[in-house]
């Protein structure tokens, strides 16, 4: 059985942390900007779409 001292200083687990911590940053980034961001796609599927019009009249 592994003692205290051999449990604090293993640090395998830290890298999943950083990558939920991560995730959580970038989930929440989605939600404040959740307007901002649809108009941005909106704006650009709009050109694509309006670019694609002018490549097959």
Do not use: Y
Not at 33 to 55: D, M, P, R, Y
């Amino acid at each position: 059985m592994r003692t205290v001292k051999e449990m604090l200083k293993d640090d395998s687990g830290i890298g999943v942390v950083e990558i939920i911590l991560i995730l959580v940053v970038l989930i929440a980034l989605v939600v404040i900007f959740k307007e901002q961001l649809t108009a941005l796609v909106q704006n650009i599927f709009g050109s694509i779409t309006g670019g694609v019009a002018v490549i097959t009249e």
